[in-house]
């Protein structure tokens, strides 16, 4: 090699490229938390939602703890005078104080019985509770283990009832099927709940013409508000009974808190005369006398309670569309009412 000449060298030779994203610094890999994804509805598609549940308190109760206290001093005296009656019967006669302790223990199983009726019957309405949240739930976003749940709850809640006897056999083949949360629970619907519906529109619409000619006859505004609290206390324990509920003293005034809440969130308990004779006709309630215009405003307003009612105690939250309106019963009660009209 002659001097001034270079050594041969190998040279690699890259085509000039612009600066693309995958030039930037790579990121290690992290998991994304936090991060949850709404179910896709179809636009057309209407959305089931459960009743909506007492509000839990969040302060110290202190009129639960006074009534709470109360009703333990109340109880102690008791105990302890029954004890010195008994004592005190066992000092006169022997057979006297076993006649006593006999009658106190009759007594004392009975109230146990009454508080343990109490408990459960609440308890039955805490799980149909449960039930619309699971059923509403899988309606809403076809979640299959959210039907299979609901629908094992409300199988469980009408065993052993002779009018559903049917219905749980039915459903009962379908159970090893491989479905869609949302046909599941539509399945369930048409075998045991959707046919007691025909059967709450009876119970709703006959307290309220019950509550409308009780209100025209009544001779004071104080029967009127008594005559209407208790039908509407009525057909609330009918319409929980028909949809699986067993309701007793306490279940029965919770459940009228429930309804309370579902009408002031949905907004039904105010009707006004234009609403009324909107949906009925107009100039119908000016036809009839006075005291049947009060009675079927009365009527009216029971129907939309017992409406509610229905919707707190029915297991599978119904749809919009499928909802019953108020329109029909209030035509209904109206047509009745002025069919009534003394001449």
């Excluded at 619409?205 to 209407?228: G, M, S, Y």
């Excluded at 297991?315 to 909802?323: F, G, L, V």
């Amino acid at each position: 090699m002659s001097e001034g000449q270079r050594p041969p060298k190998a040279f690699v030779i890259d085509e000039p490229e612009e600066k693309t994203k995958s030039d930037e610094p790579k990121r290690k890999p992290r998991a994304i938390t936090g991060i949850t994804f709404e179910p896709e509805i179809d636009e057309g598609e209407l959305i089931v939602m459960p009743p909506t549940p007492l509000p839990s308190p969040r302060s110290i109760r202190w009129g639960s703890i006074l009534i709470g206290a109360l009703f333990t001093l109340v109880t102690l005296w008791a105990g302890l005078a029954i004890t010195q009656l008994i004592e005190d019967y066992f000092a006169r006669a022997p057979a006297l104080g076993w006649i006593a302790l006999g009658v106190a223990t009759i007594a004392g199983l009975a109230a146990l019985a009454i508080i343990l009726r109490e408990v459960w019957a609440l308890a039955r309405l805490r799980r149909i509770e449960h039930i619309q949240t699971d059923a509403a739930h899988a309606i809403n976003t076809d979640d299959a283990a959210a039907a299979k749940r609901a629908v094992s709850q409300l199988q469980s809640l009408y065993a052993g009832r002779a009018d559903a006897a049917l219905g749980l056999k039915e459903l009962k083949q379908y159970d090893a099927d491989i479905m869609d949360g949302r046909d599941r629970m539509r399945l369930a619907e048409r075998h045991l709940v959707e046919w007691r519906d025909g059967e709450a529109h009876r119970i709703i619409a006959h307290a309220a013409r019950r509550i409308t000619f009780l209100t025209t006859v009544a001779p004071t505004p104080a029967l009127d508000i008594l005559f209407v609290a208790a039908q509407n206390l009525r057909m609330m324990r009918e319409l929980a009974t028909l949809y699986g509920g067993r309701p007793s003293t306490l279940a029965t005034i919770r459940l009228a808190r429930m309804v309370i809440s579902h009408l002031a969130v949905t907004g039904g308990i105010a009707l006004s005369d234009n609403l009324i004779q909107h949906v009925v006709g107009k100039g119908l309630l000016g036809r009839l006398s006075a005291r049947f215009g009060e009675g079927a405003v009365n009527g009216i307003l029971t129907a939309r309670v017992g409406l509610a009612a229905r919707d707190v105690c029915r297991p599978i939250p119904q749809e919009t569309s499928a909802k019953e309106t108020l329109g029909s019963l209030m035509k209904e009660l109206v047509s009745s009412a002025e069919g009534q009209k003394p001449e």
